[in-house]
Every structure is written in structure tokens, then in C-alpha cells.
């Protein structure tokens, strides 16, 4: 008996409600394992929710509940959505199952008595929002990304991963196994990350609680990463490891591709298959996000109906690369392809069924050119099509599709199948016409029905099958064979939407999300005696001459003005204020501070700003009448 196919989406983290790119990834891995249960092959599906680490620990807090109730809450919206979209997998892993627990604490103790993780102290920079540490390189590319919007620095004992003793492993897996990663432009991405050299990998804490214990060391914490990538362990029925397909977003593939797999290795098991990587639904070139107020949540497309929204997201996204979304796009789409593409293709041709076969699909006799074309195009469709969604790629096989439902359009328009019935002489004909478009719609039933499984069965019912379409395979499916039968009723399968009327009510009620105000701080730091605080010398100083520090979009220089003295003063502001903004702004500036060099510049003080760790710095300013030299106490 050959091994399950294991498909698995990555664990979402819960800190929000699902959106749209949860649930595009999450629909992605349904389609493929629905896919993959129709060519006869056992199938589990898995999905989950990553619940552990600061940001929860934090948001909890905050609230005055703890980090486990508030998991409970925002696991309940995923719970529910799945459902109500009729996701088929086996289980939803949650990183609080004991299970889990179990799992992650039995393989740190195995690779701590290995070797392979090691106790000592880290200082570098973590990024709050990533929950990761980063170094320098990887800090500027989240910066440039967007992604980095809490870096701090940290020092803390920590266990480490021998991340660095799996670089070369890693890069001959790479060599061997080209499927390993896609898209390929992917892969690549994550080879030069191995090739620039890899650094032993920080997975504990212990300035957070809220996490799976060390085992033997409770005061520290199993970091997120080495806890949640574990999940797909920790869930995997017998005899089905390794994964098959395991589904991530573009920005977490280096942990995906890299940390996963060296875990694996240092365990002794074997490494998944393949782990496609896609991208951003985007609004515009952004990326959506609660913090920018452009999330689009789910509910509101599944108004248009759980088919409508899972062909949207199929046949829009090609996998790996971005996508804008746009509502008229979206409703658009939905009018061309499922109202006047196949929704009306399927209502033409069973109301003619219906009128001149009395619902009975004929045999045809013989076939002319055309007929034979449109036949002969229908033997090469079907296995393309497959072939592409075995490749993950639905955007190319729906596009294949219905290319070939726009020439039976055409095939329509040549045919006049309703000038052939007003002539019994013409039925050969018609009969050809009638079974070439029966069994083209039943064939698209049948290719369709991973992606759209209501509408699909629909048609499938309404061509006179009394079966569900999903419990049929596509191996051996005999494209030419007879109808099973009658006819049913031809009801519409997809009414157009009105889409003035739509987008006014969407625009209507498409004010901002409100973004609950947060205070995202470090906690107060330890108390100092009143004598040492009042030997730091605050000044009001004057800013004279701003400007930005060449190779350097944060930095500037600036003449200040402290009444008794003039000083050269860099500050990192330059992400929030422009030179020309600063000139004869009053600041506040730490007079005593010992100087120190940026970007090869003496810098002799420091201007106080206010902020928290993900807002823009906001300079401290005194009262417009204050004199520079005023002395601040």
C-alpha cells in the first residue's frame, strides 16, 4: 500500500481574526487534497494555529486575561470559518495540545543529549513583530520589506541549535533534490541565504513564560520557532511522514527551508518532498495589514458564496507571485467566468437537451470536422489540466479550461443547433452537437470539483448523475462514454451580480477597521536614586543646520545651539522628520552624554524623543518661549 499523500498549510498565528491570505493558503491546501483524494489516493490535510510567544503573551496582558483565553478566542473565528466553508482536513493542531507539548519537549531532550543543542548567551537583535533574532543583513532586508517594525537589541542565556553544522547538508539536499522548493525562483532565494553562512540558531527564552517548558530547565521557554514547525510532527497520522506538500507564505520560507529541514536532519527523519511557497494578496502594492486598516476579511466575499470566493482565489493567483485584489476584480471575474462563461454554457445546453432529446443525451453517429475538433480538444484538456494541478498550478489549468468552454461558445455560434432542430434531416448533426457539449460539461464538472465542490455536484446532478462527484476518480474516466441517464432540471448555476449595486453596499461599509489604540512599551526599567538621575544634564537646545547623513536613510546631522555652546548632534530620526522640518526647532538634548561616533561622525549629545517600539520617533519639544541653555528639572 503506497504511502498517504500529506498536505499541510502553515499554523496561523493568533494575534488576529483570519483574512483573506489565511484563507486563500488555507483553500489552496483543501483544493489539492480534495485534488489528490480524486486520483485515488489517500489524502490528510492539515492546518493549525501557532499560539504561543511574546505578542501573545503581551496582548493577553493587556487585556487581563490569560495568554490560553485569549488563544481560545481568536482559535474559535479559524474553527468556525473552516467549517463553514467545508474544509476537509483531518485535524486543526493547536500549540497548546498536549500531544504537541509532548513532542517538542521529547525532541529538544534528544538533540540536547545529541549535541545538537547547546546552553550560552546570546546578544544581537530580535525583531518583536517576527519574533525571531536576526542578524544585521537579515535586519535591513525586513526593514526593507516592511517587516521589521520592532527590532531591539537582547541579551539572554539562551539554548542554541547547531544551525551552522547543517549548512553543507543542507546545500547538498538542495543539489539532489531540485523539487525541494518552489517555485524555483524561491529556491534560489533560499540557497544564497545557506551560501552566505549560517549561524547557530537561538530557540529558548527567558524573558517570556508563556511557551512549552524546557524539559530539566523551566525557567526557560522552547522558542516559537523550534515549538511551532514542530506542529507538522507532532500531528502526522502513522506510516505518512514525511509531508508530501507543505504550504507556506513567502515570509516564513526561510524558516520553512532552512531551520525545518536542519531540525529534521539532526532528528535522523526524512525531510518533506516539496514546500511551495506563494505570495501577498496585495491592496494596490501593499500588503495587507491590520495596522495599515486594508485587511479584507473573508465574510465579506463568502457573500458571494464559498464556490465563488475558492474559484476567485484559484483562478487568480498564479502560486509564488503577488496578487492585487480589487472587489470590482473580484465580482468582474465572477461574472465573466462562472455567470456568462459556464453558468450560461450549462444552461444553453440542457435546456437544449431538454427541448429537442426530451432530457435523454443522444449518441452521435458521425462527426464532422468541427464536431471531431472540439472532441479531439477535449481528450488533450483533461489530462493538461491535471497535469497542472498536480504541479499546484490551478491559475494554469482553470485558464486551460476555459479557454476551451469559450470554443464550445464559438462551437455554439458555428453549430445554429436551433436552426438543426427545425429539420429532422439535420438530427445526425444536432445529436453530435448535444454530446459533444454533455460531455464537456460533465468533464468540467469533474475537473472543477476540488475547487468549487457545491457547484460542481450541481452540475454534476443536473447532468443526471445521482452520485457525488467527489467520491469519483479522474483515472479511467471514460470522456466519450454515454450519458449514466436523463437529464435533470436546468437551474442556473451561478446568477450574475449586479455590480453597481455591490460595490455601492461594499463601499458603503468599507470604513477603516477601527484599530484598537495600543501602547506597545517596555516594561517600566529598574529605579534609580534621585542623585543619579540629576547628574543628567537636559538642555533646550536650538537646531541651526539639519542634514542626512550620506548611505544612511535614518540618520541626521545637525547644529544644535545650546545657548553657551554650539554642538554636532546625529540622530536617528530621519524616517520621521525631514532637514528642512528641524530648522529653529526646539528640542530637548542630553548635554553630558559622552560622544560618540556614526557613520564616522562625533556625535556630542542626544535629542529625546518619544515613542513606542512600532511607532515613529516624536522629538520632545519645549514651550516656544523657552531660551536654548534653559536648563530642564
Known sequence: MSKPFYITTPIYYVNDRPHIGHTYTTVLADVLARYHRMRGEQTYFLTGTDEHGQKVEKAAAARGITPKQLADEVVANYTDLWQRMGMTHFRLIRTTDEDHKAQVQHLFKRLLDKGDIYKATYKGLYSVSDEAYVTELQAKELQAQGLAHQLVELEEETYFFRLSAYQDRLLKHFEDHPEFVQPDFRFNEVKRFVEGGLQDLSISRTSITWGIPVPGDEKHVIYVWFDALLNYLSACPANTWPPDLQ?????????????????????????????????????????????????????????????????????????????????????????????????????RTLSMIQRYRAGVVPLPSVLDADDQELADQLLAVFPAYLEKARASDFNGALDLLWTYLRALDGYIVRAEPWKLAKDPANDPKLDAVLA????????????????????????????????????????????????????????????????????????????????????????????????????????????????????????????????????????????????????????????????????????HGMLLAASDNASKPYLIAPPADAQPGFLVK
Open 436 to 603: 459533444i457539449l454533455y460531455r464537456a460539461l460533465r468533464a468540467t464538472a469533474l475537473l472543477v470539483a476540488p475547487v468549487m465542490p457545491g457547484l460542481a455536484q450541481d452540475l454534476w446532478t443536473a447532468l443526471g448523475h445521482s452520485t457525488q462527484v467527489a467520491d469519483s476518480t479522474f483515472h479511467g474516466f471514460a470522456l466519450d462514454g454515454p450519458a449514466v441517464g436523463p437529464i435533470g432540471e436546468a437551474k442556473p448555476l451561478f446568477q450574475r451580480i449586479d455590480k453597481e449595486k455591490e460595490m455601492n453596499e461594499i463601499e458603503a461599509a468599507a470604513a477603516p477597521e477601527p484599530v484598537p489604540p495600543t501602547l506597545d512599551v517596555p516594561a517600566i526599567r529598574e529605579t534609580v536614586d534621585a542623585d543619579s538621575f540629576f547628574k543628567v544634564d537636559l538642555r533646550v537646545g536650538k537646531i541651526l543646520e539639519a542634514e542626512r547623513v550620506p548611505k544612511s536613510d535614518k540618520l541626521i546631522k545637525m547644529k544644535v545651539d545650546l545657548g553657551i555652546e554650539q554642538r554636532t548632534i546625529v540622530g536617528g530620526i530621519g524616517k520621521a522628520y525631514e532637514p528642512a522640518d528641524l530648522l529653529d526647532r526646539l528640542v530637548v538634548v542630553v548635554a553630558n552624554l559622552a560622544p560618540r561616533k556614526l557613520m564616522g561622525i562625533e556625535s
Open 247 to 347: 504550504l507556506v507564505g513567502k515570509d516564513i520560507l526561510r524558516f520553512h527551508a532552512v531551520y525545518w529541514p536542519a531540525f529534521l536532519m539532526a532528528a535522523g527523519m526524512f525531510l518533506p518532498t516539496t514546500i511551495l511557497a506563494h505570495g501577498w494578496w496585495l491592496m494596490g502594492d501593499d500588503k495587507m495589514s491590520k495596522s495599515k486598516g486594508n485587511v479584507v476579511r473573508p465574510d465579506t466575499l463568502l457573500h458571494f458564496g464559498n464556490d465563488a470566493l475558492r474559484f476567485y482565489f484559484m483562478r487568480d493567483m498564479q502560486v509564488g507571485y503577488d496578487r492585487s485584489f480589487t472587489y470590482e476584480g473580484f465580482i468582474d471575474r465572477l461574472n465573466a467566468d462562472l455567470a456568462n462563461g459556464l453558468g450560461n454554457l450549462a444552461s
